[in-house]
């Protein structure tokens, strides 16, 4: 059997969404074309927490990216007032879901669930959040979506801010494929 491209073993790309979205992936990290992000410092902020809280959504996980993907490929920007008014803290459950079975697993949904009241502050420029969502979004595409979210709890650790350099650095990991190859 020859292997496909992107692997399946790393991203399995069921849905059609997946793909199209994978696709899009790559076109901005090959051009490094990426998106406005607009909106406040705190929307900024709170749209990151979101993003990255989305796993334990009530509704679809890929709800609050499908609306993230569809402002980029409209207009290549990302409104994050718009998004966050549209899926806010009380839409993501605290619950401990059914994917939660491992040690890793609790960890992970137990930082979902402490990123809701905790205050953090994600460091850095536009084009930094605008690489971090479009590297963390490939990330949630593969199957160690899981391990995106416990390497930002790693990296976060007892601190309450994070710079937004230094988790594209990491993020680099989850790029089986040199996508975003400089």
């Known amino acids: 059997m020859t292997i496909k491209y992107p692997p399946q073993y790393r991203y399995s790309l069921f849905e ?13 990290a090959k051009n490094k074309n990426y998106p406005k992000v607009l909106g406040s410092k705190k ?21 609050f990216l499908v609306d993230t993907f569809d402002q980029i490929k409209k ?9 966050i008014e549209k899926y806010p803290t009380s839409s993501i459950s605290k619950e401990e879901p ?7 697993d609790r960890i992970v949904s137990d930082f979902i669930d402490d990123l809701e009241i905790r205050k953090i502050i994600f460091l850095g420029s536009d084009q930094e959040i ?26 976060l650790g007892s601190k309450d801010s994070l710079r937004l350099k230094e988790l594209n650095q990491e993020m680099k990991n989850f790029d089986y494929l040199n996508l975003f190859k400089e």
Request: net charge negative.
């Open 75 to 83: 207009n290549n920007s990302i409104n994050t007032a718009i998004l």
């Open 43 to 63: 929307d900024k902020n709170q749209f990151l927490i979101t993003l990255i809280r989305i796993q334990k959504a009530l509704y679809d996980w890929r709800d």
């Open 16 to 28: 059609q969404w997946d793909k199209k979205t994978f696709e899009l992936i790559k076109k901005i």
């Open 98 to 104: 059914e994917w939660a079975t491992y040690k890793e």
């Open 130 to 155: 605008a690489e971090f969502v479009v590297r963390f979004t490939l990330g949630q595409l593969g199957h160690d979506w899981e391990f995106t979210i416990m390497m930002i709890w790693e990296m």
